[in-house]
């Protein structure tokens, strides 16, 4: 919270195939290069599930003097440039038949970003696209209202919704929009400090939920398998959008989880919104702690299952996740 179609079965199942990889700064295939300490969380999924399926794929850098271990494959094929730049991605879209785009959640700049990739590569034939936005992004009912304007998340959701309007028009043969939540890597660095701020340095998850309040959570190895199995297949997946989260938790079960999985010692904080300020601790994160306060997000399990049944795709537990990365939990968590 922090995504029609007519390919052809030979394209679909031809080990040569290309796809290209677009991401945001969230999560690091554009501007990994410009900030070091982000880590290509969502992209690396996908780029992990198609190179396992034999696919080559695109990449856009900033800096080809500083590539991302992920990005070392010699299936992997570097182009330096920026998503908000037309002739960049034009270039790197060539020979390629799907996109994935992971726009930077800024409003304006998002929607610029989502507009020059879908115009560059439909100009250089692209054919399929897939786009990760958030959770519950197509449910207007659910955000755009006073209520999330007044928790400052209104504008987050609009651009979101901006991006997924830009795509369905963009005029590919086949779109797929994936809507994950929280993402299992908000527990560990850097995520963790644009979330819980403190659970690197104290261990500890401070949070502004109601009692009771839940939280829906989304494995990023999900959204690869998703994204993988869409740009592979789009005859299945086009014109699908599909909402990612998987269970709705309290702040005491993922407490609990992180203790199971790291054997580790985490506490919890409920605080207010002005004490998070004054203990210089607030973090845009904490909007969807509000968000969590106002909203029924229960409808989050009903359709996981339904998603599970419709693409024959399981979807991964909170704790399995981070079960699976545990190396990761641990360099985040303090060793108290």
């Not at 494959?73 to 991605?89: A, M, V």
């Not at 928790?151 to 309007?165: G, P, T």
Request: proline share 4%; charged share 25%; glycine share 8%.
């Amino acid at each position: 919270m922090s995504g029609s179609n007519d390919w052809g079965s030979d394209r679909r199942e031809s080990k040569d195939s290309e796809k290209v990889a677009f991401d945001g700064v969230a999560d690091g295939l554009i501007e990994f290069a410009r900030q070091p300490h982000v880590r290509p969380f969502q992209s690396r999924w996908v780029i992990t599930h198609l190179l396992a399926a034999g696919a080559k794929i695109h990449a856009v850098v900033r800096d080809l003097q500083k590539v991302p271990p992920t990005l070392q494959n010699p299936n992997i094929t570097l182009f330096q440039g920026e998503s908000k730049n037309f002739d960049d991605i034009y270039r790197a879209a060539q020979g390629c038949e799907g996109v994935f785009l992971n726009t930077v959640p800024f409003p304006g700049l998002e929607a610029l970003q989502a507009k020059t990739v879908v115009d560059a590569c439909r100009k250089a034939g692209v054919e399929s696209i897939v786009v990760a936005t958030t959770h519950g992004t197509a449910n207007k009912d659910m955000w755009d209202d006073e209520a999330t304007k007044m928790i400052q998340l209104h504008d987050y959701f609009s651009s979101k919704a901006a991006v997924e309007e830009i795509v369905r028009g963009g005029g590919f043969e086949a779109y797929t929009i994936l809507r994950p939540a929280v993402i299992h890597h908000d527990f560990f660095a850097p995520g963790a400090y644009g979330n819980f701020p403190r659970l690197p340095t104290h261990g500890v998850l401070d949070y502004l939920l109601e009692d009771g309040a839940r939280v829906p959570y989304t494995d990023a190895n999900d959204v690869g398998k998703f994204a993988a199995a869409a740009l592979r297949d789009p005859v299945k997946f086009g014109g699908q959008e599909i909402d990612l989260g998987n269970e709705v938790l309290t702040i005491e079960e993922v407490r609990d989880i992180l203790i199971r999985v790291s054997g580790r010692e985490v506490g919890v904080a409920k605080r207010t919104a002005e004490e998070v300020e004054a203990m210089s601790i607030s973090v845009f994160g904490q909007r969807f702690h509000h968000m969590a306060n106002i909203t029924d997000l229960s409808w989050t399990t009903a359709s996981a299952r339904e998603v599970e049944g419709k693409f024959g795709i399981p979807l991964t537990s909170v704790e399995t996740a981070l079960q699976r990365d545990r190396a990761l939990l641990l360099e985040c968590l303090p060793t108290k």
